[in-house]
């Protein structure tokens, strides 16, 4: 049984910083393609950050809105997959979601398993 356990969301200021964390189990996941989302009161879904199943570096894609703030990164021998924000801004704040899909890569909403999602608040 697939399951993603997100955690780490909470309520900071301006500024401040937060370390998802997606807990991952029930598939191989160093053959996985992970990716995390966001969606905001009132908004769609998007994508903000990718990461291909290797989890090195140069295998990742960002939002325009948050790159060079957010680092997404996957630790295939604990099968954890993590996400960095830096410099959080009140238009971050939304429930933050990862999902995993064995053959889809990028932004797109199409992966095939999701988790529950985490919250997000950030205050002026």
């Known amino acids: 049984q697939v399951q993603l356990v997100e955690s780490g969301g909470d309520s900071v200021q301006t500024g401040g910083s937060l370390r998802l964390s997606c807990a991952a189990s029930?598939?191989?996941?160093?053959?996985?393609?992970m990716a995390w989302f966001r969606q905001a009161p009132g908004k769609e879904r998007e994508g903000i950050a990718s990461?291909?199943?290797?989890?090195?570096?140069?295998?990742?894609l960002y939002r325009t809105s948050v790159l060079g703030r957010f680092t997404i990164s996957k630790d295939n021998a604990n099968n954890i997959l993590y996400l960095q924000m830096n410099s959080l801004q009140p238009n971050d704040t939304g429930v933050y979601y990862c999902?995993?899909?064995?053959?889809?890569?990028?932004?797109?909403?199409?992966?095939?398993?999701w988790g529950q999602g985490t919250q997000v608040t950030v205050s002026s």
């Open positions: 999902a995993a899909d064995r053959t889809a890569y990028g932004l797109h909403n199409s992966y095939a398993y």
């Open positions: 029930g598939f191989p996941f160093s053959r996985y393609y």
């Open positions: 990461i291909d199943r290797t989890g090195t570096d140069v295998a990742t």
